[in-house]
């Protein structure tokens, strides 16, 4: 990529354009999107105006919104109208959606009629909604159709199709009566009739679904594309693969900043203000410092075992440490497995079990690893028994709070992510301390009957 940009630089220093018009034939839109973020405002104009019409149109829909605004002005009404005619409806829609108003009247200036009502109607859909994303631009064929006919109608219509790949047989109603593929249509006779070759078994997403439950179909079904039907399930729009995986990258770009307790950015890192980078994490930051304080005062309240064996203070940081991690690989799980459909609420006693069972076993290899070190470094058996049940109880305690919380907060509709982390951590650090100090507490006391 960087040779590439140094090409481009250096071509538009020599004012070749004629030359550069030729090179960028053959680099891919994706490609030239990313190299004109190593351009001069001036020179991502002249570039932008080099590219074939097609590509233009291509490489506009990858652009980030603020350079899509730059061109938009300083491109004539013209040029303007031409990228946007090449323009599959959701990604007008897209465009529309993070522009400007006076922006989105220059671009609805430019869109047919008709066009600008199936806008509006997408643009009504629920945010993060399968309705929102879906493109309306897909080939239906009729029931009664011989394969020479459904060709013939996808040669006239597939340019102007988000795929041609996945065609719909809808009735008079538009309802969904089977699906076909072109593979299936090249390879069958011409006259056969394609009711009696399509595939009945349809798949189909409602325009209220949401945006992560449609990524999530693709993966189960390994499809190309799904159709979306209304609450009267007829077909209103298509969704295909490349929206399923912009949605999983989005999904992984919030879950991780909620994992890392902080408010999801619509921005990415170098576009997001100082002041926006502290509105996302004061909050959260708040909250755990506060909670902190709990912590501190149930480690004043024993006080005295401090005072009468000082060494149970250095054993404070692996307990909590061997929680917390205990806690969050079982809740990083968890999240993932709800996420996937894999886990389901209803499940909850089966995950419980089975991660007590885990949290025992690994409870139990802590524990023989801790009573042979602490025996063979303080020669005190009774202090490494303490810390050796502290251990085993505090894995298994971890695991089952790190597999019922993010489960708990998915029964509140809430996003199981924000359970993570730093929240999860001090949750189960609380539950540590408290274990450990009661064993510590029993053990004192055992020792002044002695």
Known sequence: MEEKAEVIKELLNNKDFVKLKEYLKSINSVDISYLFDELKDEEIIIMYRLLEKEKAAEVFTELDSDIKEKLIGVLTDKELKDVVNELY???????IEE??????????????????????RLLRYPEDSAGSMMTTEFIDLKEDMTVSEALEKIKKIGVDSETVYTCYILDSTRRIKGVITLEKL???DLSTKITD?????????NTLEDQENVANMFDKYDEYALPVVDKEDRLVGIIT?????????????????????IMP????????????HIKNRIGWLLILMLSATITGTILSKYESAFEA????VSFVPMIMGTAGNSGQQTSTIIIRALATGEVSLKDWIKVLWKEVRVGVLVGLVILIVNIVRIYLQYNDIKLALVLGISLILTVIVSKSIG?????LVKKMKKDPAVVAAPLLTTVIDLCAIVIYFQIATYYLESMKTL
């Open 197 to 205: 070759i399509m595939d009945q078994s349809i798949i189909k997403i």
């Open 241 to 261: 693969v490349d929206d399923a995986l912009a949605i999983l990258k989005e999904e992984q770009e919030e879950d991780f900043e909620k994992m890392a307790a």
């Open 309 to 312: 064996l000082p060494i149970l």
């Open 89 to 95: 409806m959701d990604d007008t829609v897209d465009i």
């Open 403 to 407: 597999c019922l919380l993010p489960m």
């Open 99 to 120: 522009m400007p108003s006076n922006v989105v009247k220059r671009i609805l200036k430019h869109i047919a009629p008709e066009d600008r009502q199936t806008i509006n």
């Open 186 to 188: 090249l390879l069958a």
């Open 265 to 276: 950015s619509e921005e990415t890192y170098f576009k997001t203000s100082v002041f926006g």
